[in-house]
Structure formats: structure tokens, C-alpha cells
């Protein structure tokens, strides 16, 4: 099956920065939820508006249904971080710009408004929204669009937990319909939206798969109390590394070593933690940290 969207070695390459994106291949199928993760700086963002026919690649090229992107083809819809509402114009005259811009705006966005909680707030210019009001009215405006592919650049950046749902539900609801969504994040909750992620890391992808599939192949996740860690424990871990839990940390136990070495190390930490040192069933965050630090065995 030919997928719908379908890039071939990306690579982008900033005087002065160098190479940020290397060699990168993605290819989403028609009607697939494809999350793009990483951490502060990984290449999401210039990965999403090269995908999305906004940017240049210095190489490679990318294609939408077997023609040459272009973010202007009425079957895009690209959301880029801050770059949509214009701060003169109030949330409704925005509103109204992109619906004349856009052939295929359509008159969801009332739907829209009310689902984000943002209709007292349309009579406002946007120069005096909050960060998570600007971004709202940006999703409202972007999703409004009656595309064939939605590329969200960090849309659920600014936003609180209940309007992260609000969200996932619209994406889903949209697909449900046949459309396809490429959508980056640094926040694991969004992998709870997605088919498939795609983890990016210092302009590399490091992993790609299902949710399922990722989860099942992490390695045991420990939880150690702080005050037990020692560097003799450390290297027992994943890279040596830990991730803050609270008073605790988790980590990743190494494939040549046990939840047993751990607890033995912990010893010799001196901090008579053995007992407190236990597995845990993974978390989104877990996979999110694991693959977002490291690269795929
Ligand atoms: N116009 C530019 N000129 C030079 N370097 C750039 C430019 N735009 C981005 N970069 C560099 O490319 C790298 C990737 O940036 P990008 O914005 O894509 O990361 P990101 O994963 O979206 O990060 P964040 O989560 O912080 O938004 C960074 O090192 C950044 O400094």
C-alpha cells in the first residue's frame, strides 16, 4: 500500500547550526494518527513544516498522495507554534481571515469554540489572549479546515488536561471521517491519542512503532527511593540515568543486570533501602523518557 504521506531522506542544515534534521524517513498511511516525539530541540518542529511543505528540505523530498507537498494545497492544514493568529484582529475577525482564506473552512469552528470554552472570548483582540487562549483559537481555526491531512506542530503545549482530551476527541471524531493527523509533542499524554509514534532525537529518529508494541519491549522500570542511589547502583541502570518520581526516582534496569543487582547496590549505598526498591508497571511517561533518551535496541 502506498501511504499517503511519504518523505525520504529529510535532511535540513542551518548555517551556523549545522545539521538539525539527518536523513529522515516518515511515511503515514492514509487515516493514521502519527504522534512525533521528542524532547526541547529535537527537530519536531522544523520535521513538521518540512513535512508539511512549509520549509525547504536542504535534501530529500516528500510527497502527498504522489505529488510534491505544498502547504498552500487545500488538503493541508498546517497548526505551527504562534505563527497563525494575528494579534490586531480579535479571536472572530481571525476567524473570519482564515475562513476567506481557506476554501475548505468550514463552520465547525462554532463546535469548535464552544469545545475549547474560548466564545466570551472571540470579541477580544488576540494580543491580549494568554498563551493558552492564542492557542486554542489557532486549533479551532486549523481544525475548522476540512483537510485531507492535519500536521499540529505541539498543539497541546499551552493547553490544561481537560482541554488535552477535548482535543484528542476532536482528532479522533476527524478521523473517524477519513483524515489522517501528524501531530508533535513533548508531552507523553499525547501518545494516548496516537497510532503510532515516531521519537526524535537530535534531528534522528530513534524509534518508531505502535504503543503497544514500544511498552512491551522497554526494559523493567525500577523504583528506587533518591537517598538509596549510589553510582554503583547507576550502573545498573539504562544509561546511568534516572527520572524524578516524587521522592523517588525510576530508571530503567540495564539488560546484563536485575532488579536483584539493584537492590544489592543499594546496599552498598549504605542507605538500607533494599525493601523500597521494587519493579513497576510502565507509564506513558516511562515510555516517553525511555525512548526519547535513548536509541532502540
Ligand atoms: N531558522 C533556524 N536557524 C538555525 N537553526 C535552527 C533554526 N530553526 C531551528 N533551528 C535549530 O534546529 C534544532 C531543532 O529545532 P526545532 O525547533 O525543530 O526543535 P523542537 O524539537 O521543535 O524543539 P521544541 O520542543 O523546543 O519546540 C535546534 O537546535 C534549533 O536551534
Redesign the pocket.
Known amino acids: 500500500m502506498t501511504a499517503l504521506l511519504d518523505a525520504t531522506g529529510i535532511t535540513k542544515r542551518?548555517d551556523?547550526?549545522g545539521v538539525?534534521l539527518d536523513d529522515v524517513d516518515v511515511a503515514v498511511e492514509e487515516g493514521e494518527i502519527l504522534a512525533v516525539l521528542?524532547?526541547?530541540?529535537?527537530?519536531?518542529?522544523?520535521?513538521m513544516s518540512i513535512l508539511a511543505g512549509s520549509e525547504p528540505p536542504s535534501d530529500g523530498a516528500v510527497s502527498l498522495d504522489g505529488r510534491p507537498i505544498q502547504s498552500s494545497s487545500i488538503d493541508v492544514s498546517f497548526l505551527l507554534?504562534n505563527t497563525m493568529a494575528i494579534d490586531t484582529l480579535t479571536g472572530r475577525e481571525n476567524i473570519t481571515f482564515y475562513s476567506r482564506l481557506h476554501p475548505q473552512f468550514t463552520a465547525r469552528w462554532e463546535e469548535y469554540a464552544e469545545a475549547f470554552e474560548i466564545v466570551d472570548d472571540l470579541d477580544t483582540p488576540v494580543g491580549e489572549y494568554s498563551g493558552g487562549m492564542r492557542r486554542k483559537l489557532e486549533l479551532v481555526i486549523a481544525l475548522s479546515i476540512d483537510a485531507t491531512i492535519y500536521f499540529l506542530?505541539?498543539p497541546t503545549a499551552a493547553l490544561d488536561m481537560a482541554m488535552v482530551q477535548k482535543l484528542h476527541s476532536i482528532i479522533r471524531s476527524l478521523r473517524s471521517d477519513g483524515a489522517t493527523f501528524v501531530v508533535?509533542s513533548?508531552l507523553p499524554s499525547d501518545i494516548e491519542v496516537a497510532d503510532r509514534l515516531l521519537f526524535?532525537r537530535d534531528?534522528q529518529i530513534t524509534s518508531t512503532g505502535d504503543t503497544e508494541t514500544l511498552l512491551a519491549e522497554l526494559p523493567s522500570v525500577v523504583r528506587i527511593p533518591e537517598v538509596a542511589l549510589s553510582e554503583a547502583l547507576r550502573s545498573n541502570l539504562v544509561d546511568g540515568r534516572t527520572f524524578d518520581d516524587g521522592e523517588q526516582v525510576r530508571g530503567f534496569v540495564s539488560p546484563d543486570s536485575t532488579v536483584e543487582a539493584i537492590a544489592e547496590a543499594s546496599c552498598d549505598g549504605g542507605a538500607g533501602a533494599v525493601s523500597s526498591i521494587e519493579t513497576v508497571d510502565p507509564t506513558l511517561t516511562d515510555l516517553f523518557n525511555y525512548y526519547s533518551q535513548s536509541r532502540r535496541p
Do not use: W, Y
Not at 521528542?38 to 518542529?45: D, E, M, Q, S, V
Open positions: 542551518f551556523g547550526t538539525v521528542g524532547p526541547n530541540g529535537a527537530g519536531k518542529t522544523i520535521m507554534q506542530d505541539e508533535s513533548h526524535l534531528g
